[in-house]
């Protein structure tokens, strides 16, 4: 490629010629993509190919061309759809037009082939678009994996995903035998595969988006309660067992179900693939950091470990996590994952060991070190923290957000708990998690919240509509330690865990957290 680059920038005609046949498919697939018009297309592509040589010299790096010169066909388009013009003849199918065959020789053969493509490109309209890029490339046009790879910026992994979804779907959907043999029986994931992830509503919207392979739903919770870096220590099981039950209302006998999930998870080894499905908060990374810590020490042998972990989807504003997605939108995640490499692996084990660590100072060298290998585990690994005591007045960041909100006028449990979710997202926190931190503020005798409208707090396990509509005031105390006039680190007597910090109230605390500076401080 380099060659047809230096070639076109001194204006040799054949090196231009070979750029154009090389990617001209490719920047048409792209195009009509976007405009659903072959003749725009065209015109687009044709643009694109005239500001690419235009600018070829500025181009640093001859390998970057493809994923650069694509960047110019999506500009072009977007500049076309502004024109807002109207679409001018009905759509052409794009193979008649990218590719031109000999129909003198063998016409029955050849009228049957385009007859199976036009049933097929007819078909590949009920598929995501990422998926019908794909097909149409790698099927209809003939480009390579790698050659798809370097135009679109999709890894070969991600690329032979869409590509089994792609074949799945068609299959349910296209009943002749014969159009499905067109496809190869190229093993390229799906069969074989685990899905691990959280929550139960988000899982069956992964069932239902038709991407294959079996769901491991993971339910744990370690942001909240007492853990260790071995969680399968039986006796430390059992007191976080009974811990959970105590706080959240979560009986013993339904926690002690994850030795079942861990026996699923020690068979991983018949799957050829596993795929990570999580988000960005803490709830999320915790979990996401846990099972990479247990990957870490076990033999992967052949299977091979992917990781899907967002922050935002398309068109949703306030993206949460995957449970607020349709299955049709879960689906066009399907090969977006990345395989993991060592150090992701290596780096999620290092994020367990200083969360679950005992000793602050692990927790002080995580967060001055680099942990950009997982993009979303420091911001995580600081809201951790920043449940600890403040060095102003003692409260956590989930204390002292409620104060606020319910000074403010927030004064309703169910509003109180979607403003500080909001406004603490990156915690992730759930709303049993939630109460318990509440019920803990209303407590006598240094109780910082009134709750008026309910006679006591809540068992969560059932609904109470009598709390839907209590009210909730600020105390005298609640003022005073809000104003910083009192540190209630010091007044109130217990015993919490942040992570695997051991959190003794009532008591001079060794280490707080610095809000101003987000920082640990040791006292």
Known sequence: MKTWIDGAIQGEAEAYEQLVKQFRGMALAVAYQKLEDMFLAEDVVQEAFTEAFANLSKLENPDAFPGWFKVIVERQCYRQMRRKQHATVPVLEIQDLIQEEDEAHNPEEQALKREVHRLLRDSIAILPSSMQLAVDLFYFQGYSLKEMSEFLGVKVPALKKRLYDARSKLRRSLPVADVISVFSDLYEGGKGMLHIMNGDHAADRLRQSGIQGDILVWRELYTFGPITRNMRNEKARSGRAQYLEQHLGIPQTEYLKIKELEQRLSSFHQYKEIVLWFEYDLYDQSMLSYLLHYFKEQNLKDTRLNLLCIDSYPDIEHFRGLGQLTPSQIGRLSGTWHVMESEEVEAGSEFWAAYASSDIQDHQDYLRGDASVLPFAHAAFKAHLSRLPSVFNGLSIIEQTTLEAVSEGVDHPYPLFKHVGNQLHTLGMGDLEYWAHLKRMTEEPHALLQLSGVQAFPDFQEQHEDFRQSVLSLTELGIQVLNGEV?????????????????????????????????????
Do not use: F, H, M, Y
């Not at 910090?501 to 401080?521: F, I, Q």
């Open 487 to 523: 540190d209630w680190a010091l007044v109130r007597k217990e015993r919490s865990w942040v992570g695997g910090l051991s959190v003794e109230k009532g008591e001079a605390a060794p280490w707080r957290w610095d809000t101003d500076n987000e920082n640990v401080v040791i006292q």
